[in-house]
């Protein structure tokens, strides 16, 4: 019976039995879980990048570790692409954590190879929370199998337009002995090119807590344009060169919101964060400001499709604090409490 399918017994009850019926005993349906994975999950919180395999093989699962098969180049592309400083055994795979790396798997379930895998076996969710929970910046899946099985759609190799939440995603070649169509030269050379790609560009941002007079804060909706995830935050975006931080904040809300007198007040906080836009990584620096207006209503002065600007919206305390959307940075709200109440 398959991981997570279901299991129905029907039995007759003897003498019991009416003749021309058929009794079903323990008729209810049971979801059976998943079996654990005989390969651990190599996992901490703020990697750098997790590879994610399509499942553990015979071998892997008889060594408790991925990519065991002494034919899978996988630990040799570590190497050469400069992931790691010397050549890992399998059995060394925890010791990635103290490089910044982890891996885990897209299926969990052991089979003689991939092919053996069904639909079932591959759960979205799973790599959802660890996003969520450990926020890597980047899971980068070994094969294009295993990013089919669990997304349900073809990739190209190389960085993808989809994210999982702010965590990047990235595709490599299969590292498996069965993948002998493409050469080692062409899997090292994505290899490498993750390794460059991993390497963010750096930029200086401004950004506006902007509080009118009923303490009431405008927040801008993002919208990743390939998944259609959503967040929000303060209005604003990098600084361009020659400016300083005052007339970049000036342009910044005169674009996104159509804001074009105000006084800027102090800088409240700052925070760093690496995230992926448009199959790139960047590393950001935002600098909060406190805006305070009397009113204000947003009217942008440029089309902003393309900074992926989806709405706008006032919001008291009271609707932050009940929101169940995704609001930018994570301890947005416990920042904005300590500014108001200041």
């Known amino acids: 019976m398959p991981p997570g399918g279901l299991r129905r017994r029907c039995r007759a009850r003897g003498s019991a039995r009416r003749r021309g019926r058929k009794s079903c005993h323990a008729a209810s349906r049971v979801a059976v879980p998943p079996p654990p994975s005989a390969v651990p999950d190599v996992l901490g919180s703020g990697l750098t990048c997790v590879f994610c395999g399509i499942n ?26 400069r992931f790691t400083p010397r050549l890992f055994e399998p059995s060394e795979q925890f010791g ?12 969990l379930r052991t089979t003689a190879g991939s092919g053996d895998l069904r639909g079932g076996d591959f759960d979205p969710s799973r790599l959802e929370r660890i996003a969520a929970e450990l926020d890597p910046v980047a899971i980068a899946f070994v094969g294009k199998e295993a990013y089919r099985g669990t997304f349900k759609e073809r990739p190209e190799l190389g960085p993808q337009w989809r994210t999982i939440g702010p965590t990047a995603l990235y595709v490599l070649p299969s590292t498996s002995p069965a993948n002998a169509a493409v050469p080692y030269a062409e899997r090292l ?40 995830a ?29 804001l074009h007198e105000f006084e800027p007040g102090p800088l409240v906080w700052v925070h760093s964060r690496t995230f992926p836009w448009a199959r790139r990584l960047l590393h950001q620096t935002n600098n909060v400001y406190l805006v305070r207006v009397d009113a204000h209503e947003p009217a ?43």
Request: hydrophobic share 40%; aromatic share 10%; charged share 25%.
């Open 300 to 342: 942008p002065t440029i089309d902003l499709a393309e900074e992926g600007v989806a709405d706008y919206r006032w919001w008291t305390l009271e609707q932050l604090e009940r929101t169940t959307e995704r609001l930018a940075p994570a301890d947005f709200l416990e920042r904005v409490r300590t500014i108001l109440s200041a």
């Open 96 to 107: 990635l954590l103290e490089l910044g790396f982890g891996v885990t798997n897209a299926a």
């Open 56 to 81: 553990p093989g015979r071998v892997s699962a008889a060594a408790a570790a991925h990519f065991a098969n002494p034919r899978n180049d996988f630990w040799r592309l570590l190497h050469e692409a």
């Open 189 to 228: 050379h994505w290899f490498r090119s993750l390794r460059e790609w991993l390497t963010p560009g750096h930029r200086d941002a401004v950004r506006a807590l902007l509080v009118d007079a009923d303490e009431r804060i405008l927040l801008v909706q993002y919208r990743n344009p390939s998944t259609g």
């Open 230 to 258: 959503t967040w929000w935050g303060t209005p604003g975006g990098g600084v361009e060169q020659g400016e300083d931080h005052e007339s970049a904040l000036r342009r910044e809300l005169r674009e996104e919101v159509g």
